[in-house]
């Protein structure tokens, strides 16, 4: 089964609004979260990661939330831009257990209109 | 400039045939990976390589092969392609010892397509 999902496929936000990307996981031992960006043929590259013994990060415009007991992380944007359209993917992997593995959602694509 | 380079970008194959995905990096990053990204899947992780010669199976190593024989280089092979091997492959690095998730660092992908 899907250990990490995101369970909106694509969103579309006006520019200036807020916008939730949630993810979701099954595995307790995860204990680093991120969020990755992705631009049509191009790379993923890290937006923004937090790991557990914090509940919120916050970089500019951009916050991660952490619900451990839920098992639940999302993304806050605000002032949404139109080059915040992208594929969003959240990752989730464990900093104990020996292993760089990091497990991708399917991934959420964003557009945001003029 | 940090970088993470594959080639080809695109690459069309037919079934039986033998496929090499090359990916380097010159960050000297111990820890490289393959991933393939399929619509409605997300990344999966095919192998990940903690050092030269020390490789390790992902989630879906099935079909693949991977070579790692200097630091900055890592080779994905695929021995007699299949059609449900048509995907884009994406190639990372990252610069811990692999012991720990961190950030992984990406290249621009190699689309594949087998027919």
């Known amino acids: 089964g899907q250990q990490v999902k995101q369970s909106s496929p694509s969103l579309t936000v006006q520019e200036g609004g807020i916008l939730i990307l949630n993810c979701d996981y099954e595995?307790?031992?995860?204990?680093?979260f991120a969020w990755y960006k992705k631009y049509p043929d191009n790379s993923p590259t890290l937006l923004i990661s937090?790991?557990?013994?914090?509940d919120k990060r916050e970089d500019g415009r951009f916050t991660v939330f952490l619900n451990k007991s839920g098992k639940h992380f999302s993304l806050h944007i605000t002032a949404s831009q139109p080059e915040d359209t992208a594929v969003y993917l959240c990752a989730a992997g464990a900093n104990q257990g020996g292993s760089a593995k990091l497990i991708f959602g399917e991934g959420t694509k964003l557009t945001v209109s003029s | 400039d940090m970088k993470v380079t594959q080639m080809p970008r695109y690459l069309i194959k037919r079934m039986g045939e033998n496929v090499l995905l090359e990916c380097g990096q010159d960050?000297?990053?111990?820890?490289m990976y393959w991933y393939r990204q399929d619509p409605g899947l997300g990344l999966q992780l095919i192998y990940i390589?903690?050092?030269?010669?020390?490789?390790s199976e992902g989630d879906i190593p099935k079909g693949y092969r991977v070579s790692r024989k200097k630091r900055e280089h890592f080779s994905l092979i695929l021995d007699s392609a299949k059609t449900n091997q048509t995907s884009v492959y994406f190639c990372?690095?990252?610069?811990?010892?692999?012991?720990?998730?961190?950030?992984?660092?990406f290249g621009s992908g190699t689309r594949l397509t087998v027919l």
């Open positions: 990372a690095s990252s610069c811990g010892t692999g012991t720990s998730a961190e950030t992984l660092y």
């Open positions: 937090v790991r557990s013994n914090v």
């Open positions: 960050m000297s990053h111990e820890t």
């Open positions: 390589s903690y050092d030269v010669d020390s490789n």
């Open positions: 595995n307790d031992m995860f204990d680093y």
